[in-house]
């Protein structure tokens, strides 16, 4: 063999050291006796590091971490993912395997023994030819033996994974440096987003960390949540700065955006005729709306947190909440909220989604023909319980179906309360970014929360329809749906149920599909997929999911191995799936808690 043929693969193992160097530390060398396989059923390296190097490192030792390779052949950098150990004692080099034989009798320690090297199994993701600044591609090249392995610095891991997509950060990579971003651009919500966990892992912290992100980066995009768990009504409060895991939440959220102090939103809030008698005593002015909303519901939060230390400057005014102190500044607008009959007959058909597609058809046709002489509610369920109604054919079912549909729509106690209200359309063109549709503290039954979630879902397509048509659309919309599985449920239970899952799934069905071109994006959450209807999971790209039973993590992409570590992990810690990822799946940690107000009082006095 020539010289020169040696001389120049000296020179480039000298470059790759220099290489590795640059782009991170070094710890080890691939492996020169254990062969590396890249073939149909393999993609492996094996690396070597010294006992020394593999005790420095605390992380070593666990799978998932990322490794980085200099190949001496192509200098390409090489991103590669710790799939399994092999560590030995070196006595076990002298002795048989039998535990007969090879247990110490005296039960001496011998810590000389264990400065054998440790072999580090890795699966290779991505190279980059660094020299030439290319993009990342598939790592499909066989690493040379004693090629330089390297603990990769943040910059080059972010570039390899290509996770540095947008400005919508989502949290860190899950990784010892836990300083490389991950993030999506704001246009991939338009494709659905679903976050999974068990009670407690960290969802709805997250789906706040969503909000607050989407909040300081975006100025064309506005947020709609729909809060039936209690949640998210109180966002405009600031975080409880005095929690040791609150501070520690809040500097990971500003390493990943700034500081968040400020926030000014909309509340809009369902008032029944049953809630105006109990709370403001009958009254229906906005100022004894929005006192008593402050007073059951937001004081004794804010009492809470004076408790703490916490100085607040307060001003309640009609349909107005301003809560302020040197370090925290929010502004909250209160809209109330019913039915009109008379503005909504029209739609009456489809309003509560437990009519059968008979009922529905019927009353569409009756409301088309007779409706201007319905002016209540009470009119149109008189008209349906006489003979006149027989005169147009129906079917007794259908009959029943109808007046037990409208008694149902009747008992919500929000048909014609009395209440200055505002168009869904005007508050959809306020300036702020944020509305809470708060479903939780109206004392709402389950059919009520229902029915006004889909009325709002229907009512905000059609009103994006209608701006997309004239050419003004120019803003997006991110709708938050947190137990998403209340209002989309799997197809189980009875008939009158079945109509309900039909009737939804084909609504979230239509506006997931078509949201993208009307620039509508979903964030659903929920504990189980099982629980939820199949169209959400599968019209979802992008899913979050953090701790859950291991078969769900399964089911949903996840290694067997994965799954199970995850249904173990801490709260904050969870997979990222999308399809925009370059190797579809990555694990992250997010902010938990997160930046805004995040209390668990509920009505506590």
């Known amino acids: 063999m020539s010289e020169d043929f040696i001389s120049s693969i000296k020179d480039r193992m000298e470059k790759a050291k220099a290489l590795a160097i640059t782009l991170g530390t070094i710890v080890g060398r691939v492996a020169k006796y254990i062969p590396n396989k890249i073939d149909e059923e393999n993609n492996t390296v094996n690396i070597v590091l010294d006992a020394q190097t593999y005790y420095k490192y605390p992380f070593l030792g666990r799978i998932g971490i990322l490794l980085g390779a200099i190949d001496i052949k192509t200098l390409y950098f090489v991103l590669l993912r710790v799939i399994g150990y092999e560590r030995s004692d070196v006595s076990s080099l002298l002795f048989s395997d039998s535990p007969l034989i090879s247990v110490n009798e005296t039960g001496d320690e011998e810590p000389g023994s264990l400065v054998s090297n440790v072999v580090v199994k890795c699966e290779m993701l ?33 570039r390899a994974l290509d996770t540095n997509r947008g400005l919508l950060r989502l949290g860190l990579l899950d990784s010892p440096e836990n300083k490389i971003k991950v993030s999506i651009s704001l246009d991939d919500l338009n494709y659905h987003m679903l976050i999974l966990g068990t009670t407690g892992a960290g969802k709805t912290s997250f789906v706040k960390d969503l909000i607050a992100g989407i909040y300081k980066i975006a100025d064309d995009t506005k947020v709609f949540v729909f809060d039936a768990t209690g949640d998210y009504y109180h966002i405009f409060l600031p975080p409880d700065k005095n929690n040791k895991s609150v501070k520690e939440s809040l500097s990971m959220f500003e390493s990943l955006y700034s500081k968040f102090n400020e926030i000014k939103l909309g509340i809009i809030y369902p008032i029944s005729r049953k809630w105006l008698k109990k709370y403001t005593g009958g009254k229906k002015d906005l100022l004894s709306i929005t006192s008593s909303y402050y007073n059951l519901y937001v004081e004794p939060i804010v009492n809470y947190l004076r408790k703490k ?43 509560n989604p437990y009519f059968s597609e008979q009922a529905t058809q019927f009353l569409k046709i009756l ?28 079917h007794k079912s259908t009959k029943e179906n109808i007046i037990r549909g409208l008694y149902l729509l009747k008992e919500t106690g929000l048909f014609d309360v009395g209440v200055k209200k505002e168009p869904l359309k005007k508050i959809l063109n306020e300036p702020y970014k944020l509305l809470v549709l708060d479903l939780y503290n109206s004392e709402l039954d389950d059919f009520s929360q229902k029915i006004i979630t889909y009325y709002f879902l229907d009512k905000i397509f059609e009103l994006r329809e209608l701006e997309m048509k004239k050419g003004n659309l120019k803003d997006r919309l991110v709708l938050i749906i947190d137990e998403a599985h209340k209002f989309f449920p799997s197809g189980k239970g009875g008939e009158e149920d079945a109509n309900y899952v039909r009737r939804v799934a084909g609504k979230i069905s239509t506006m997931m599909r078509l949201g993208r071109r009307r620039r509508i994006g979903f964030i659903f959450s929920t504990h189980n997929p099982n629980d939820l209807s199949d169209i959400i999971v599968q019209l979802a790209n992008t899913k979050v999911i953090f701790r859950i039973k291991p078969e769900v993590a399964e089911n949903l992409g996840i290694s067997k191995s994965d799954a199970k570590i995850l249904s173990w992990e801490k709260n904050g810690v969870a997979f990222l799936l999308s399809p925009w990822l370059r190797e579809g799946k990555i694990k992250i940690r997010v902010p938990v808690p997160p930046p805004l107000g995040h209390y668990d009082l509920s009505k506590a006095g």
């Open 126 to 158: 991505t190279k980059i030819n660094v020299l030439e600044s290319t993009e990342p591609e598939a790592a499909d090249i066989v690493i040379e033996p004693q090629s330089p392995v390297i603990l990769p610095n943040p910059d080059i891991i972010e």
């Open 309 to 351: 230390g916490f100085n607040f400057y307060i001003s309640v005014n009609p349909g107005n909440i301003v809560i302020s102190n040197s370090e925290w500044k929010a502004e909250t607008y209160i809209y109330p909220f019913y039915f009109k009959f008379n503005d909504i007959k029209k739609i009456l058909h489809r309003l």
């Open 367 to 394: 409301i088309k023909k007779k409706g201007s002489q319905y002016n209540s509610l009470d009119d149109l369920i008189e008209a349906m319980d006489t003979d006149d109604i027989e005169k147009i054919s129906i």
